[in-house]
C-alpha cells in the first residue's frame, strides 16, 4: 500500500521537472530487482493471457526506465502505457507486464497532491456526489477509513453525514497531512501504511485506487478483515466499458502508467464477489470541471496547447468521464481471498 495513489497527479500541461526525472529515473535503475515483472491476472490469477485490448506506440515494456519515468505522470497527447490484455478466463483488462513494487514506490515518492491544479472547491463537489451515492444506497455509520485520503475532500464529505462518527485517513504522503489533519478533526487518526492501520471499521472508501494497485486481491482481503460486520465499502474506478473508452481509443486517459488494471461494472462485481463482498449498487458518476481546467486537460490530451484562462475557473459545469462508484457490503462469515 506504500503506493496506493490516485489519478490526477498533475494539473494538465504540468510534466515533471528534469531535476525531478533524473532523481525518479536514478532510482528505477538502482532498484535492487527488474524494474518490470510479469503478472498474473490480478482478479483470477490465471496465467493463461487473453487477447490484446489496448497498446500504445510505442508499448511502455519496449521503454528505458528514464522514457517511462518521463511519462510516469501528466496529461499528454504521446502517451505511454504498457499493453493491456483482457483476461481469457474471467475478463479483467490488465497489464500482465508492469513494474515491479519497488519500482512503484520509487515512482510515486515523487508525486505531490492530488488536486491536479484544480480548485480544490470544485473538486469537493465530485467527491461529495460519491457520498451521495453511498448515502442513496446504504446506510453509512460508524468509524470510517479512507485510503487514499490526500488532502481530506471525500473525508470531508463523509463527516457531514450524521451518523458518520469519524473518518481517518491513510494516505502515504506525509507532506499532505497537515490538511488532511485539519480537516478531520482531532477525532480522528492519519496512517500512512494499512499495516499501521490497528482499529476496525464500519467503512472503507477508496477513491481511484484499486485500479492502481499491484496485489488488489491481497489488498481487499486486508480491507475484509479491517471491516466490523456488515460494513461498507465506496469505490470509485474508471469504467474500461465505457463510451468515452471507445471514442477516445488509445487516447483515452486513463491509458496510464499509474493503472495496472482497469475494471467495468461486470468485472468489478466479479473481483468483489472473490474478495468476500456483495455488492449493492453500481452506479455512474460526474466529475466536476472549471471550463478552464476541462480545456486544459482535453486538450492537453490531443496535443493542442491551450492558455489558461483565469476568468474561465469561475465557470463549473458537471461531466460524466465513464467513471463508477460501487457501494458494497462485507459478506457475513468470509475474511479473505476466495
Request: net charge neutral.
Amino acid at each position: 500500500m506504500e503506493g496506493v495513489r490516485r489519478s490526477l497527479s498533475l494539473s494538465a500541461t504540468q510534466q515533471p521537472g528534469t531535476s525531478t526525472l533524473r532523481r525518479v529515473s536514478a532510482s528505477l535503475s538502482q532498484t535492487a530487482g527488474p524494474t518490470t515483472v510479469e503478472r498474473k491476472c490480478p482478479t483470477c490469477r490465471a496465467r493463461n493471457g487473453g487477447s490484446e485490448f489496448a497498446a500504445s506506440k510505442p508499448r511502455a515494456e519496449s521503454l528505458d526506465d528514464e522514457t517511462l519515468a518521463e511519462h510516469w505522470r501528466g496529461f499528454r497527447s504521446d502517451k505511454i502505457f504498457f499493453t493491456y490484455l483482457r483476461c481469457a478466463t474471467c475478463e479483467q483488462v490488465y497489464s500482465p507486464t508492469y513494474f515491479s513494487d519497488e519500482a512503484v514506490d520509487e515512482l510515486y515518492h515523487s508525486m505531490g497532491d492530488n488536486t491536479a491544479g484544480e480548485d480544490p472547491a470544485t473538486l469537493t463537489k465530485t467527491q461529495g456526489g460519491y457520498v451521495d451515492i453511498l448515502a442513496e444506497t446504504a446506510t453509512p455509520r460508524g468509524r470510517w477509513l479512507d485510503i487514499g485520503a490526500d488532502i481530506g475532500l471525500l473525508a470531508g464529505n463523509l463527516r457531514k453525514i450524521a451518523t458518520v462518527t469519524a473518518v481517518d485517513g491513510l494516505e502515504p504522503n506525509i507532506e499532505v497531512h497537515a490538511e488532511l489533519a485539519s480537516v478531520i478533526g482531532a477525532d480522528a487518526e492519519i496512517f500512512t501504511n494499512l499495516a499501521d492501520v490497528n482499529r476496525t471499521y464500519d467503512g472503507i472508501a477508496a477513491i481511484h485506487v484499486v485500479d492502481h494497485l499491484l496485489h488488489p486481491l491481497e489488498d481487499l482481503a486486508r480491507w475484509n478483515a479491517l471491516l466490523n460486520d456488515d460494513g461498507l465499502v465506496l469505490i470509485v474506478v474508471h469504467n474500461e466499458g465505457s463510451l468515452l473508452r471507445r471514442v477516445l481509443g488509445r487516447k483515452w486517459p486513463p491509458y496510464c502508467l499509474q493503472h495496472p488494471q482497469l475494471y467495468s461494472p461486470k468485472s468489478m462485481k466479479s473481483f468483489l464477489d472473490r474478495s468476500g463482498f456483495d455488492v449493492i449498487a453500481v452506479r455512474r458518476t460526474a466529475n466536476y470541471f472549471s471550463v478552464d481546467q476541462f480545456l486544459a486537460v482535453g486538450l492537453a490530451v490531443t496535443g493542442i496547447k491551450y492558455k489558461r484562462r483565469d476568468r474561465l475557473r469561475s465557470l463549473v459545469l458537471p461531466v460524466r468521464l465513464g467513471n463508477i462508484a460501487i457501494v458494497a457490503r462485507k459478506r457475513a462469515g468470509v475474511v479473505g481471498v476466495r
